[in-house]
């Protein structure tokens, strides 16, 4: 059933011109958000300078957000020869924001500031739980989190392994957690009354690299590689995250690698990116390795050999282990020369439990991507280790939050 509406040409165009006002308003609001978000604190006088707003523009989007309790006065800045300007910042507590990491061992959920200060965190092991029991696991970190969550909470950020739908909030598929096409963010928003987001957990993990990495600030772009028990990118252009037509950017982990021979990949494919430089792959081929001898203790019990081990005998300098490191960043290296050259971001961040080899196995990876991109492109590529530890997920799926700031508004 439709209504006609019929209005004259003037009331039409007051119609349209109010629309456009409040468009106008809003995205000059979160525009102003952004450069103070940018800044520990800035002058009214120096966010016109780069937002190029008029000063009253300015002044009453300050006075905006002061009385939404966003924003505060913290003192006087450097005078330019007249008078000393007020500084204004963020008060990283106003808002709240609560992000998750589903993690293959354990879940960890956060209390989370508005600048990435983590007030709270919570994390329980898996125990190999999957299906029903993995998603009351997310409920009873949800719950133990909003209990000791301050106010007012904007939303529910959720970083989940697997091929993701963020704009439907369905997990397409997650082979560890065995969710099929789950509803995983109506679910959830039906049990409480905030905004839920769900996100692959690589592309969550490079939100968090972009919004609250040190060293990345200025950047427009930057890519993510999340490597860990699986092994994903996150892509991000023009500061904002690229998920690709089905969601799907960044699914590097599961590129056939070594075409003849590979080992069986979780996801059905043999010789996966993912069954040669993964943290499951190097304590695979560590278990295969392993004969007992007293050179190498740690190897006695083959399928007793853990992450952690690998990580000693790595340290320790055992040779054979070095090489199975070493060559994971040799594939590592030449994945990335793939987004290298169809992409040309210039900064590229690793992050994830392989990160703990470090150096030499990041000196693989560099190496590798030099000799297998085009010089000119591998010159000006920095690929360096994350500043964010293992927060990087747990950072970005509450940074995810801040991709609109409107809900910031919402109470
Ligand atoms: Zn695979």
């Known amino acids: 059933m439709y209504r ?6 003037s009331e039409l165009l007051s119609v349209m011109k109010k629309a456009t006002q409040e468009q106008t308003k ?4 979160n525009l102003v958000l952004k450069i103070l978000l940018e800044h520990e604190s800035i002058s009214r006088a120096e966010i016109a300078r780069i937002t190029h707003l008029t000063r009253t523009t300015v002044s009453d989007i300050v ?21 000393s300007p007020t500084l204004l910042s963020v008060i990283d507590d106003s808002r709240c924001l609560i992000g998750l990491d589903l993690a293959p061992n354990q879940f960890s959920g956060a209390v989370v500031g508005l600048r990435g200060q983590i007030r709270e965190m919570i994390s329980l092991p898996v125990n190999k739980g999957v299906g029903e029991e ?17 106010q007012p909470v904007v939303g529910i950020g959720i970083g989940t392994p697997g091929l993701v739908n963020t704009d439907s909030g369905i997990v397409i598929n997650a082979v560890n957690l065995d969710w099929k096409n789950l509803p995983l963010a109506q679910l959830l928003q039906e049990r409480y009354p905030f905004p839920v987001f769900v996100l692959n957990d690589s592309q969550a993990a490079a939100m968090g690299e972009y919004t609250f990495g040190k060293s ?45 021979g590979g080992l069986l990949c979780r996801c059905g494919n043999h010789g996966c990116l993912e069954t040669i430089a993964s943290a499951q792959a190097i304590v695979k081929r560590a278990q295969q390795l392993a004969v007992p001898s007293e050179s190498a203790p740690w190897s006695s019990f ?15 300098g055992d040779p054979s282990v070095c090489e199975i490191v070493l060559e994971a960043g040799r594939y590592l290296g030449h994945a990335i020369s793939g987004l290298v050259g169809m992409l040309n971001i210039q900064k590229i961040v690793l992050i994830g439990d392989m990160t703990r080899f ?14 297998t991109s085009l010089n000119g492109l591998a010159q000006k590529t920095q ?5 964010l530890g293992g927060n990087a997920v747990v950072l970005g799926a509450s940074a995810h939050l801040l991709s609109d700031y409107s809900l910031l508004f919402k109470r």
């Open 216 to 260: 990345h600030r200025n950047l427009e772009n930057l890519i993510v590689i999340n490597a860990r028990h699986g092994i994903g990118a996150g892509v991000v252009i023009n500061g904002r995250l690229f998920q690709g037509d089905g969601g799907g950017a960044g699914e590097i982990g599961h590129v056939v690698v070594v075409p003849q």
């Open 383 to 387: 690929i360096e280790i994350g500043g």
């Open 302 to 316: 083959a399928e007793e050999i853990t992450f952690e081990d690998v990580v000693q005998a790595f340290a320790a």
């Open 26 to 29: 809003e995205h000059n609001r």
């Open 4 to 9: 006609l509406y019929i209005l004259d040409y």
């Open 134 to 150: 993995a998603l009351s696991l997310v409920t009873e970190i949800l719950d133990r989190l909003l209990k000791i969550a301050y």
């Open 63 to 83: 006075a905006d957000l002061m009385a939404g309790g966003l924003i505060e006065e913290v003192g006087l800045g450097s005078s330019l020869g007249g008078k």
């Open 358 to 371: 470090g150096e030499v196995w990041l000196a693989a990876i560099q190496e590798t991507m030099a000799r």
